[in-house]
């Protein structure tokens, strides 16, 4: 009965039959037993001498990781070359992932503190023009000041440890400007010339303040000033923390365990021969996940870090608040020398009560140019009694209708809203980093559209393990990596995080605040508002909401094309490294506020 089963043999299956019983019992002495493609893989890898590979499987007694019943390809020596292996990877590919976040942060650090110099430099040399070409005796004297207090206001920003205040700044300005309004414009015939070194100007320094002949002017500029350059030094403390962040991570150690798990799940399939197979998907996320606990738990402090970056870059470019600010200096030294001038009568009589009797010698009368020597610009439809500060946009938005503030095809100058948005557009791909990143490291390690993967212990069809979460807390279920405790140095860099971003938020309330996390949407853009100076059309970016899950962060942080971050050549179009604001609104800002200012 058993021989109906059986197929009948033809003469030709029957004469090829001993033939290939006698090459199925030559194999294993040729090929099943060679470890040649293990010494070919320890050689492409570069992984150690080719000596340490044995030529053919034998027991080593000695391994530590790579057990298993049955001979082994591997000895104790290949193994210890496979864990310095796969650490020196992995390490590789974190700083590979990590790069492009960091250069994002310090190429736009640089961006803005480029940006921020140029506004400093421009808005010096428009004030000191005002001098110059209004107030030709004070011009000398003067500039030593001028420039003391654009260089406290920019080592301000530049320097968030430093102890240079904005108001300290400006009063210092206006106390030694007072001795040289007083002697050489409200009372020309005073014996002293308002420099140091003389008991009325000493006096006149002294007690500006109490004196007030500058009105609300000079505090007025203070509080503008205060309050713009607040955002911005918050700003480049922020990038200044994100970057010590990433140089901080890239530098943490993997555990014992970690590299263990990672040589049993990339180079334990070699000893037996499996040069090919791929690690499960879910086998390497759980090893992953283990390894990088530490690292996963900075997620929700760099949630909250990713938003107050968002926020602090709105609150420094928004509105063109930084650059209505440092251009108004003018406008403000203006108005308040026109209030010392207009009360130089009761003013000069409070100076002799406090200071003594002005000594006086006779001089020619003081001349100073009126406004008409200020080039011909559009006339201010508003009041010219109101502070420069008062609704600032209102009152040069009839502009856009007459005068282009969107540069030339061929202008690469950009304002610090164009940066901004730039900027956010890359920031928010970048929220769920440190979730997403054992996901991005298994990405080009696990078996795609296989039968077969490799499950630490020998090859299957699929992973039967249970997957675990991010962060240390859920590692206590994972069976491929035990985890001790959170890292030392990651623990450390978790806390002062925390930290910054709630100092951040005690001092500046409502910066990096979000109802929830789930869903912190992408920055500017995903409003689709673009200004016209923002030059946004066209620039093939995608913009819609993005919401970053675990399963698919790595889809969305990686789908768009990869752009640079500043001063890198994309195709199609050549940009320059943001380094000036935009030369049209700072020509229509200079002409129209000085048109208004020095007409008072």
């Not at 428009?126 to 070409?133: A, C, G, P, R």
Request: aromatic residues 6%.
């Amino acid at each position: 009965m058993s021989r109906a089963l059986l197929p009948p043999l033809t003469p030709c299956w029957t004469a090829l039959l001993p033939l290939l019983l006698a090459l199925a019992l030559s194999v294993p002495a040729s090929g099943a037993h060679s470890c040649r493609e293990v010494k070919t893989a320890f050689q492409l890898r570069q992984i150690g001498p080719l000596k340490w590979v044995p030529e053919t499987p034998g027991t080593d007694v000695d391994l530590l990781v790579c057990k298993h019943d049955g001979p082994s390809c591997c000895t104790r020596r290949m193994e210890e070359s496979y864990r310095v292996a796969v650490v020196k990877e992995t390490l590789q590919n974190i700083r590979s992932y990590s790069y492009d976040l960091k250069s994002l942060l310090s190429a736009h650090a640089a961006a803005f503190h480029d940006t921020y110099q140029s506004l400093f430099i421009f808005s010096q040399d428009h004030l000191s023009s005002l001098f110059e070409s209004i107030y030709a005796p004070l011009s000398g004297d003067i500039s030593l000041h001028i420039s003391a207090l654009f260089s406290d206001l920019s080592l301000f920003i530049r320097d968030p440890s430093s102890n240079v205040s904005v108001e300290a700044a400006v009063h210092r300005f206006y106390d030694n400007l007072f001795p040289l309004v007083y002697t050489r414009l409200i009372y020309p015939g005073a014996a002293v010339d308002g420099t140091e070194g003389d008991e009325l100007s000493d006096c006149l320094r002294m007690t500006r303040q109490d004196l007030n002949p500058f009105g609300r002017h000079a505090l007025a500029m203070s509080e503008e000033l205060g309050e713009s350059l607040r955002d911005a030094r918050a700003l480049s403390r922020a990038f200044a923390v994100g970057e010590e962040l990433m140089n901080g991570t890239e530098m943490a150690p993997l555990s014992r365990e970690c590299t263990r798990a990672l040589v049993r799940m990339q180079y334990c399939p070699h000893c037996r021969g499996l040069t090919l197979i791929r690690p499960c998907g879910a086998f390497c996320l759980n090893v992953m996940r283990g390894c990088l606990a530490s690292l996963s738990e900075l997620d929700m402090p760099w949630r909250q870090y990713v938003a107050i970056l968002e926020d602090l870059t709105k609150a420094v470019a928004g509105e063109h608040s930084l650059e209505l600010a440092l251009l108004g200096i003018r406008g403000r030294v203006n108005e308040a020398i026109l209030n010392a001038r207009l009360h130089g009568p009761s003013l000069a009589a409070t100076v002799d009560k406090v200071c003594g009797q002005t000594k006086t010698h006779s001089v020619e009368p003081t001349t100073i140019k009126t406004a008409s020597t200020v080039p011909d610009s559009p006339t201010l439809s508003t009041n010219q009694s109101s502070p420069p500060s008062s609704e600032p946009l209102g009152r040069l938005s009839h502009l856009r209708s007459s005068l282009p503030l969107k540069p030339a095809k061929s202008q690469k100058d950009r304002s610090l809203k164009q940066i901004a948005r730039e900027f956010m557009n890359y920031i928010g791909r970048y929220r769920a980093f440190f979730a997403a990143l054992p996901e991005m490291l298994c990405e080009g390690e696990v078996v795609r559209d296989e039968f077969s993967c490799w499950s630490g212990d020998g090859v299957v069809e699929s992973y039967a393990g249970r997957i675990v979460g991010n962060g240390v807390h859920a590692q206590r279920q994972n069976t491929e990596v035990r985890v001790r405790g959170a890292e030392p140095t990651l623990l450390e860099m978790k806390y002062r995080l925390e930290n910054f971003s709630q100092e951040i938020q005690e001092t500046m309330p409502g910066i990096g605040f979000r109802e929830t996390w789930e869903d912190l949407g992408s920055g500017e853009d995903a409003s689709g508002e673009c200004d016209d100076e923002d030059d946004c059309q066209g620039s093939g970016e995608s913009t819609s909401k993005i919401s970053l899950t675990d399963s698919t962060v790595t889809e969305v942080m990686w789908s768009a094309p990869h752009k640079p971050p500043v001063g890198r050549s994309n195709q199609g179009r050549s940009e320059a490294p943001p380094t000036r604001p935009t030369f049209t609104i700072l020509t229509i800002l200079t002409l129209s506020l000085g048109l208004q200012w020095t007409l008072n």
